[in-house]
């Protein structure tokens, strides 16, 4: 069988064959397009992260995997991959130094820091500062209780937690930030998945917690970001 593959002029495959891309986005929202690399070829993956690079545009690829992080790394040397998140960026919407504010990602244990990682990387990308703060499960409380000073910085808290999923209602009893519920899929086999964990999230008592979906890491860092700005300056503020 013969597969017919049409190329651009700079070697990879035409974008237009099979994507859409929103250039013009960061005019609308403030930030750029992100690149959801899971069920995407390596070529297409590619395509996409060197148009955007081509028109300007910082990248951030989630879901990415090593060998597209080669791929794009062999053409953009300043490009950076955290296999633990599976992160891949290009840039930022700010340099380092100009990241605002404080955002926690407060990890149960670590098992569940592939999820507050890719959390992480998404508010830094967008231009938070960040604390990850990791295994401070509700199992040893003691420790959770030794870095409150550290999450009580924070203008929003990213709480990141399997099994049962209690870290998020514990945090957003003791801090007066809001708190983002990050349930992961860790857990044996009554946790289903992470809907045990979402689902404890959910029905939590503590007042001030938003809940986002199993293992979505990039979500629950993105309005992390969100919050986080609203409490900034405004550039143009006198």
């Known amino acids: 069988m013969k597969t017919r593959t049409h190329r651009d002029g700079d070697g990879g495959l035409g974008v237009e064959d099979f994507a859409v891309l929103d250039l013009c986005r960061s005019e609308r929202t403030g930030y750029p397009e992100v690149v959801y690399c899971a069920g995407k070829t390596v070529e297409q993956a590619e395509a996409i992260i060197t148009r955007m690079r081509g028109a300007g545009l910082p990248v951030l690829g989630t879901r990415a995997d090593p060998v597209l992080a080669d791929r794009v790394g062999s053409r953009f040397p300043e490009a950076e991959y955290d296999e633990l998140a599976r992160t891949l960026t290009i840039g930022g919407v700010c340099a380092k130094d100009e990241r605002q504010g404080l955002v926690a990602v407060v990890a149960a244990g670590t098992s569940d820091l592939g999820a507050a990682r890719e959390a992480a990387r998404t508010a830094e990308f967008f231009?938070?500062?960040?604390?990850?703060?990791?295994?401070?499960?509700?199992?040893?409380?003691?420790?959770?209780?030794?870095?409150?000073?550290?999450?009580?910085?924070?203008?929003?808290?990213?709480?990141?937690?399997?099994?049962?999923?209690?870290?998020?209602?514990?945090?957003?009893?003791l801090v007066p930030a809001p708190v983002i519920a990050l349930p992961t899929s860790v857990g044996y086999g009554a946790a289903f998945g992470g809907i045990s964990a979402l689902l404890g999230m959910l029905t939590s008592c503590a007042p001030g917690i938003s809940v986002v979906n199993i293992d979505n890491g990039f979500g629950a860092g993105y309005q992390a970001n969100l919050i986080n700005k609203l409490a900034s300056p405004s550039p143009t503020a006198s």
């Open 127 to 173: 231009g938070s500062a960040v604390d990850l703060i990791s295994d401070v499960g509700v199992a040893g409380i003691h420790r959770l209780f030794a870095r409150l000073d550290r999450i009580k910085k924070a203008r929003v808290v990213v709480a990141v937690a399997g099994m049962e999923g209690a870290l998020a209602g514990v945090i957003a009893g």
